[in-house]
């Protein structure tokens, strides 16, 4: 798939696939309408895909109840106008990365991904059993808005640069695509963070308006073509661990469905949660040798120094985010405690195995 084609379709060809609406017969018949707006390029493979195969899930579980219209990035508004259009009711759902909304809120930032925070596994758990499902919904509600996890993409790359990082210093005057709170431990550093949504991120990066950028992964990564600006693809991303999606719903509409809908609507973004990362994991590896075998691209890891100051820029900017609001605090305080308890057992376990199971069989580098 080419990538000027699939973001040409979008523009092209998503209004008429998604405009459609509802008969008053069917209106009449308890039909509910379900406008969802997203930040992703309509096809894009990995993070479109998978909103859109969200959108399609709803009217098949209800048996055609709830009709969805869905609308990728700029069909109906820009890509970053999802919260407003949502907030405002003008749309019943956005599905977004929530830490695009830290300006209104620094605590939205926990709910997708934070520099040093949890993998999926450890924010699936967080989220579901730790307590942190009632957090978002306490920082969603006073928005107007009831947000579920919707997919997620793992463990990120660390960017594409188009020079090498050894060592902090390097950062200095980058300008790099990187939005969340991993764009303002890049601030610390030196760096110019710079937030773009995903269909502007090449035009950008090809012109040299931006040095740098981070995506997502070797799956979604690859389509997008940054190797034709940057060879030099860096990991491990200390900024997106986990990389959590977010179905946000307006509050109202929510209120007004039944509660068979709002299960249903619930277990469909469940449903995808998990097929979003399953299908993230099974393309990675692939498209990491596709990346570096086909194109050139240039693996390199982060050394420690370069790491460590991450680290300690990171922990300048959680005091920040602390202390913007009580509720910002108490966000970050059950995070961080829920990452030491459900991280160390993983540490224990799940990387433990992982380490020695490579070792023996000579997996990895």
Known sequence: MERRSFLKGAALTGVGAAATTLAAPAVAQGIKEMVIVSTWPRDFPGLGVSAQRFAARVPELTDGKIQVQYFAAGERVGAFDSFDEVASGNAQAYIAADYYWKGKHPGWAYFTAVPFGMTYAELDAWIKYGGGQELWDEIAGEFGLKNF?????????????????????????????????????????????????????????????????????????????????AKFYYWPGMHEPGSQLALGINGEWWGSLSNTEKAIIEGAANEENARQMAETNANNGTYLARLINEQGVELKEFNDDVYDAMGEAADEVFEETRSHSPLAAKIHDAFTAARADIGGWMSLADVGFSVKRNRVLGIGG
Do not use: H
């Not at 050894?166 to 990187?178: Q, V």
């Open 149 to 229: 996890a919707v997919g997620n993409t793992g463990c990120q790359m660390g960017g594409w640069f188009n020079k090498e990082i050894e060592s902090p210093d390097d950062f200095k005057g980058l300008k790099m695509r990187i939005p969340g709170l991993g764009g303002d431990v890049l601030a610390k550093l030196g760096a110019s963070p710079v937030s773009l949504p995903g269909g502007q991120i090449y035009e950008n990066l090809v012109s040299g308006a931006v040095d740098a950028t981070e995506w997502v992964g070797p799956y979604n990564d690859y389509f997008m073509k940054f190797y034709e600006a």
